[in-house]
C-alpha cells in the first residue's frame, strides 16, 4: 500500500510563493504519472498539475505560468513550486497518481490572505 505525505502547505499573503513536497513510499513511484490536486471549503477536489514518468508536465488553466510541479524519482517525491498565489488558491493540496489511483494522503492546507 502506496502512501503519500504532503507537506510545505501554510499561510502567506497575495503575490507570495510556496513550495509543496509530496514523498510516496513503494517502489512504483517511478512508473507512475503523478498529479498535484486540490480541494477548496465547499468544493470538489480538482486536478491541478501533471508529470509523467517522462518529465512532460501539464497544469489546469487557472495556475499556467505561476505553478511548477517537478519530480525527483530517487527520493520518490514531486514537487510543486507556486508563485503569484492568489486568494483563488487556498485549498488543501494533495498528490496523487494521474489519474488518481491510491488512497488519498492527508494533504497540505495553503491558505492566502489577500
Known amino acids: 500500500q502506496v502512501q503519500l505525505v504532503e507537506s510545505g502547505g501554510g499561510l502567506v499573503q497575495a503575490g507570495g510563493s510556496l513550495r509543496l513536497s509530496c514523498a510516496a513510499s513503494?517502489?512504483?513511484?517511478?512508473?507512475?504519472?503523478m498529479g498535484w490536486y486540490r480541494q477548496a471549503p465547499g468544493k470538489q477536489r480538482q486536478w491541478v498539475a501533471l508529470?509523467?514518468?517522462?518529465?512532460?508536465?501539464g497544469y489546469t488553466e487557472s495556475v499556467k505560468g505561476r505553478f511548477t510541479i517537478t519530480r525527483d524519482n530517487a527520493k520518490r517525491t514531486v514537487y510543486l513550486q507556486m508563485k503569484s498565489l492568489e486568494p483563488e488558491d487556498t485549498a488543501a493540496y494533495y498528490c496523487?497518481?494521474?489519474?488518481?489511483?491510491?488512497?488519498w494522503g492527508q494533504g497540505t492546507q495553503v491558505a492566502v490572505s489577500s
Open positions: 508529470i509523467t514518468t517522462g518529465g512532460r508536465t
Open positions: 496523487n497518481t494521474f489519474p488518481a489511483r491510491w488512497s
Open positions: 513503494g517502489s512504483t513511484f517511478s512508473i507512475a504519472d
